[in-house]
């Protein structure tokens, strides 16, 4: 049982490329969501998908761009990667929002230079 | 803007030492959860709490959840070199979960 996969599982940029970050989820979750996670600041949420056709928001979404591609797939894109990108990203998924279990991937390891 | 705040930062203990770790909030908890994050793995939950005041036990852990809701303590019975992770606390209350940055534990055998 696979779980949430992300593709890449490490990415070196040049500042002003482009990138996106795929997510799966085998688990016929409805909400779908990504992370990044840097050194002394936890998890941080970048945009959230709460069901397949929606998107919105999260706490730092400036520079990111998403797309919901169906119920199984929540790719993120950076269409201009900046060195304060550099991060570790998560993608997630959970049945609902709230109170049930958010899986995780194993994360994405992105550099920008 | 709600900020989660756990201590310690860092501890390192040796194997069988007991150990505590705090997640304190600066408003009250929608529901709290613990996740346990493993060197280049995603966290993973441990448990979800949504009372005041309730105890919740997973084997060696025990969490528990202030009166008040704005505090919870994680305490590690007997810690073994598995137990060795990043510790994160949530609030998790709608689709905006907020975490805090986590106690990193380290267990010497």
């Known amino acids: 049982n696979a779980g949430v996969t992300q593709t890449p599982k490490f990415q070196v940029l040049k500042t002003g490329q482009s990138m996106t970050l795929q997510c799966a989820q085998d688990m016929n979750h409805n909400s779908m969501y990504w992370y990044r996670q840097d050194p002394g600041m936890g998890l941080r949420l970048i945009y959230y998908s709460a069901s397949e056709g929606t998107t919105d928001k999260g706490e730092v979404p400036n520079g990111y761009n998403v797309s919901r591609l169906n119920k199984r797939e929540f790719s993120l894109r950076l269409e201009s990667a900046a060195p304060s990108q550099t991060s570790v990203y998560f993608c997630?998924?959970?049945?609902?929002?709230?109170?049930?279990?958010?899986?995780f991937g194993q994360g994405t390891r992105l550099t920008v230079v | 803007t709600q900020l989660l705040e756990q201590s310690p930062q860092f501890l390192s203990i040796q194997e069988g030492e007991n150990l505590t770790v705090y997640c304190n909030s600066s408003s009250v908890f929608s529901s709290l959860q613990w996740y346990r994050q493993e060197p280049g793995e995603g966290p993973v939950l441990l448990v979800t709490v949504v009372t005041g005041g309730e105890v919740k036990k997973l084997k060696r852990l025990t969490f528990q959840f202030g009166d008040a809701r704005k505090d919870s303590s994680l305490h590690i019975t007997a810690a073994q070199t598995g137990d060795t992770g990043l510790y994160l606390c949530?609030?998790?209350?709608?689709?905006?979960?907020?975490f805090g940055a986590g106690t990193r534990l380290f267990v010497k055998a």
């Open positions: 949530a609030d998790t209350g709608g689709f905006k979960t907020i």
């Open positions: 997630a998924s959970s049945e609902s929002p709230g109170l049930t279990e958010a899986f």
